[in-house]
């Protein structure tokens, strides 16, 4: 996750890694050294990386430069875009994090991961619920006035050499199913904060097969 937060910063907001970031030589992290140093880090409200750490990151932001669709994508709009917004059909309140927001209509989510093809990463959109995410922050960007027109894309670059970068829009049925899980989820959320019953598994004895 801090590696991920890292290429965050180093690709869309480049000029707060100084501020968020500081850079020591360390081979072994189990030192007294690298611990004390952690928490000077810390006392300044930065956060302490290897030099492997940062040099990781910036290949990971040249490659993501160096792709022709992404670059063009993120040469101009606007970095961590906060929404908020009340659904319309519960009341309830919701709300996204949008890595990128551009003029042009479209919502981008910088992703790194292990494998950036198309089989590998649509594993990612069904084990991390990618859909999910994306058909929210179509529905809470509609809600605050964004438009019917806006889609959701990923940038997908690998954490490993030649980090590899991929640029992703599902398809209709996969949004489809995107946007139902979202609408089942929220209903489902709405009625146990309104009945304040909170299910976790069933109350039966189940089978159980290995």
């Not at 890694?17 to 360390?26: A, K």
């Not at 950036?116 to 084990?127: I, L, P, V």
Request: glycine share 6%; hydrophobic share 40%.
């Amino acid at each position: 996750m801090k590696m991920g937060t890292l290429v965050h910063t180093a690709v869309l907001e480049p000029e707060l890694l100084d501020l968020e970031y500081i850079v020591g030589e360390f081979k072994d992290k189990r030192t007294k050294a690298y611990k004390e140093a952690v928490k000077e880090a810390k006392s300044e409200g930065r956060i302490l990386l290897t030099t492997p750490e940062m040099d990781l990151a910036c290949r990971c932001r040249d490659a993501v430069h160096a792709h022709p669709w992404a670059s063009s994508v993120l040469e101009s709009g606007k970095a961590e875009v906060s929404m908020f917004a009340v659904d319309e059909v519960t009341g309830e309140k919701v709300r996204s994090r949008v890595d990128w927001l551009t003029p042009m209509g479209l919502m981008v989510d910088l992703k790194t991961t292990q494998d950036a093809s198309q089989w590998g990463f649509a594993k990612s959109c069904r084990q991390f619920s990618y859909y999910l995410q994306a058909a929210m922050y179509l529905e809470v960007g509609r809600l605050c006035g964004l438009g019917e027109d806006y889609e959701f894309v990923f940038i997908a670059v690998e954490r490993q050499h030649p980090y590899g970068v991929a640029v992703y829009k599902l398809d209709v049925a996969s949004m489809a199913n995107g946007h139902q899980t979202f609408r089942d989820l929220l209903d489902r959320y709405h009625e146990c904060r309104v009945t304040d019953l909170w299910p976790c598994y069933s109350d039966e004895l189940e089978m159980l097969s290995l």
